[in-house]
């Protein structure tokens, strides 16, 4: 019997401890505190792996600058890493796009000159993957420097709803930051992306045989034939790491085209896209459009010249997540590209005829595809 | 045991308990920090004519790139490269 009374009194003690904790709780806005102080020590803890990660992204990429023989590599890297384009102004959009075009060609161009004087020994591809592991660098530099910042200001100014909004972002986030991570090796070892696919359709369709001629920066053309039609296929210059400029170059061989009497009839755009949750990797997809995922300057020029000509303009699109499109291209992908070749063919088979020319444009980086 | 005490005890419990389960996600983000550092399998695809090989990735491999001769005299291409999903070391598949 005095067993159980006592039992009974630590039970009602506890009872009683827990219901004046939830009062304290809940009425001095304590639990609040509780909760912010969980998801600020979360927070600060993925923070340090964030902060790992961008350190160690900077040790791969000079070790990689070092093994190339870059002359000053870690000066280099902090005055890329910090590099920034600022947006041109857009509450005036008149000629906006020549603008933005203006900027992202003098980024460009800055790169490619900052890499061209580092490493006057190497070849063109290793720095365009030199400069694209300067910019994985950059970017986890810079993710962890925005998480960085919104939890210490959230902190200075005592607002847990800046908190919580960083708290419940961190899973993403990270899943981000390691998706660069791991992008970084496949782009120092020249393992197609998949991105590539794009461009991995283009070169399928040129054929071993064909002649690449550079276009435009960074930007290659050849020419085929297909079941009576003439192909000219478009593609980043590979094998490096590049997007190139495929509307610059697809609206110069249209006129080149267009001059020489030639009958262009079809203009169809092939890139990776993203898929939806649920969606397998490598499905193939078409419709009508430019299927390109630049900011703007390279998507017009395959409107424009498509208007002004009045060609139709088809996109085909491989499916994948956002990881799989920086990452090695998966074998789901890999399988997807061959069924983006067929596609491809189908509709240049149904909407073109014999003696027309058809302009395929393999859209995305070529970083592991080169020319054959 | 006086009710201080006890207190004492279940504070430090919940204390222990809350030390724990940070730690514990703790090393789960490290362990996923560890596993990102696997590298995936990939595989380099060669044409010679109608006959297609597959082998491991060298670097250097690029698409295009010429790799040798077939018999015919005409050049052995690498026509694709890719990855091959990561699989758990529980099921016991040689990755």
Same mark, same amino acid.
């Given at each position: ?85 600022? $947006? ?19 980024? $460009? ?85 998949? $991105? ?177 | ?95």
């Amino acid at each position: 019997m005095a067993a159980e009374s006592a039992l009974a009194t630590w039970v009602t003690v506890v009872v009683n401890i827990l219901w004046i904790a939830l009062f304290i709780l809940f009425f001095t806005g304590l639990g609040n505190w509780l909760q912010v102080y969980w998801y600020r020590a979360d927070i600060r803890s993925k923070l340090s792996v964030l902060g790992s990660l961008a350190d160690d992204a900077r040790k791969t990429t000079l070790d990689f600058l070092n093994k190339n023989g870059a002359q000053d590599s870690a000066k280099l890297l902090d005055r890329l890493t910090d590099f920034f384009t600022i $947006d041109p102004v857009n509450i005036e959009p008149t000629d906006i796009i020549n603008r933005m075009r203006h900027l992202l060609n003098i980024r $460009d161009m800055r790169f490619k000159d900052v890499f061209v004087q580092a490493m006057p020994n190497a070849d063109d591809a290793m720095r365009s993957v030199a400069s694209t592991a300067a910019e994985i660098t950059s970017a986890l530099n810079l993710i962890y420097k925005v998480v960085r910042h919104y939890l210490l200001f959230g902190e200075k100014t005592k607002n847990i709803y800046l908190i919580i909004q960083l708290a419940v972002l961190m899973p993403q986030i990270m899943q981000i930051a390691q998706a660069y991570r791991k992008a970084l090796d496949d782009f120092l070892i020249k393992v197609p992306v998949g $991105d590539a696919a794009g461009p991995m359709v283009a070169v399928r369709l040129a054929g071993p045989e064909a002649k690449w001629r550079e276009v435009t920066e960074d930007t290659v053309v050849a020419e085929t034939t297909f079941e009576g039609r003439n192909l000219i296929i478009v593609k980043a210059k590979g094998p490096g790491s590049t997007v190139g400029r495929p509307g610059e170059a697809t609206e110069k061989v249209i006129r080149e085209a267009l001059a020489q009497g030639r009958k262009v009839s079809l203009m169809v755009t092939v890139d990776a896209a993203l898929k939806f949750e649920g969606e397998t990797s490598g499905e193939v997809a078409e419709g009508v459009g430019a299927a390109i995922g630049d900011p703007g300057p390279e998507k017009i020029r395959f409107e424009r010249v498509a208007t002004e000509y009045n060609i139709p303009l088809r996109a085909v699109i491989i499916k994948m997540g956002m990881d799989e499109a920086i990452l090695a291209m998966k074998k789901d992908v890999y399988d997807g590209v061959e069924k983006a070749v067929e596609r491809v063919k189908q509709i240049i088979r149904e909407e073109s005829k014999e003696g027309d020319t058809v302009v395929v444009i393999g859209v995305g980086n070529t970083s592991g595809v080169g020319q054959g | 045991m006086s009710y201080f005490n006890l207190y004492l005890l279940m504070f430090l419990i919940a204390l222990l308990a809350a030390t724990t389960a940070m730690t514990m996600k703790q090393m789960s983000d490290l362990k996923k920090l560890q596993e990102m550092k696997r590298r995936p399998k990939i595989i380099t695809v060669e044409q010679c004519g109608s006959s297609i090989t597959t082998r491991d990735f060298r670097e250097g491999d690029y698409v295009g790139l010429a790799t040798g001769s077939c018999t015919d005299g005409t050049p052995k291409r690498i026509i694709g490269i890719y990855a091959l999903k990561e699989e758990g070391k529980k099921r016991g598949t040689p990755m």
